[in-house]
Nanobody, 124 residues
């Protein structure tokens, strides 16, 4: 059974930093071969992809977080991270870790595995 478990969310003031973690287990193939991603969903909005990292550790970022967020992974620990800096109130959302054996994309429909989410709240 595949499990993705996020942690590290919380409340932070604008300008602050948070680091999210995601622990993966039960994947069929080697963890390093998956595209891993972070998505977020704010109330009343669609889920949006914000950062991806592929099997070669090539990263991509959505424009709203580019230059402020950094995605990384530790293949030995089956772990995924999201370092968030210069947080803004508009970063407030539920953050999800996701995995796919297909190539990385920004479409949530392409990701087969999801975590339960961790809440990030940024106050002004």
């Amino acid at each position: 059974q595949v499990q993705l478990v996020e942690s590290g969310g919380g409340s932070e003031q604008a300008g602050g930093s948070l680091r999210l973690s995601c622990a993966a287990s039960g994947l069929t193939y080697t963890y390093s071969e998956y595209c891993m991603a972070w998505f977020r969903q704010a109330p009343g909005k669609e889920r949006e992809g914000i950062a991806t990292i592929d099997r070669w550790s090539v990263t991509n970022y959505a424009d709203p977080v580019k230059g402020r967020f950094a995605i990384s992974k530790d293949n030995a620990k089956n772990a995924l991270y999201l370092q968030m800096k210069s947080l803004k109130p508009e970063d407030t959302a539920m953050y999800y870790c996701a995995a796919t054996y297909q190539r990385c994309s920004w479409s949530a429909a392409d990701f087969a595995y999801w975590g339960q989410g961790t809440q990030v709240t940024v106050s002004s």
